[in-house]
Every structure is written in C-alpha cells, then in structure tokens.
C-alpha cells in the first residue's frame, strides 16, 4: 500500500476530498518525522511507538581493503508496533 492508496481510502471512508486527505497525512509525516530529529519519541496508544535507537561504536570491515573502520555511534528511527496490533496481524494473517 502506498501513501496515495492510503489518502484514496481515507478519503473515500470520510467523505473528504482528497487534497485535504493529502495534506493532513503529508503533515502527520512531517511532524513524526521533525519530532524524532528532535530526539523526541511519538506515541500512539493501540498502534505503535516511533523512537529514536542509538547504536553504540562499532568497529567495521572494508573487506575490499582487507582494513578495520570504526563507524560512530548514531541514532536511527524505528517504529515499535503496539501489542494490540501485533495479535491482530498475528490472528488475521496465518503463517504460508
């Protein structure tokens, strides 16, 4: 599903136009997205968690040098899904 498949059915479902659907998810996405570069995490209660994870120093392989690297450390994005949402994939989507 992409995002413009995601503005389609909200649309659809709510009766609103689909401009306004964009706009309202494209700054959803924006305000997620500036509040993790700000190291603040965003909390959605029975869907999931967008956090910041930081991964420590590592040291790293250049295997076309045949050389060690250390990578800093640095913090990615990541989304924890809630419990609720989990079973209900778990119980909706049998394993193939």
């Known amino acids: 599903m992409t995002k413009a498949d ?3 059915k909200i649309a659809e ?3 609103l ?3 306004d659907v964009q706009a309202t998810v494209e700054t959803f996405m924006t305000e ?3 509040s ?3 190291g603040d995490n965003v909390y959605l209660r029975g869907f999931g968690s967008f956090i910041v994870k930081t991964r420590a120093e590592k040291t790293g392989r250049n295997i ?3 050389t060690t690297i250390k990578i800093p450390a640095h913090n ?5 899904p809630a419990k609720v949402f989990v079973e209900g994939v ?3 989507n049998e394993a193939k």
């Not at 990615?76 to 924890?80: E, V």
């Open 6 to 8: 995601i503005v389609a």
């Open 13 to 15: 479902k709510l009766g």
């Open 17 to 19: 136009e689909k401009g």
């Open 32 to 34: 997620v997205k500036s």
């Open 36 to 38: 993790l570069e700000e």
């Open 64 to 66: 076309s040098k045949n």
């Open 76 to 80: 990615i994005p990541a989304f924890k």
């Open 90 to 92: 778990k119980v909706n």
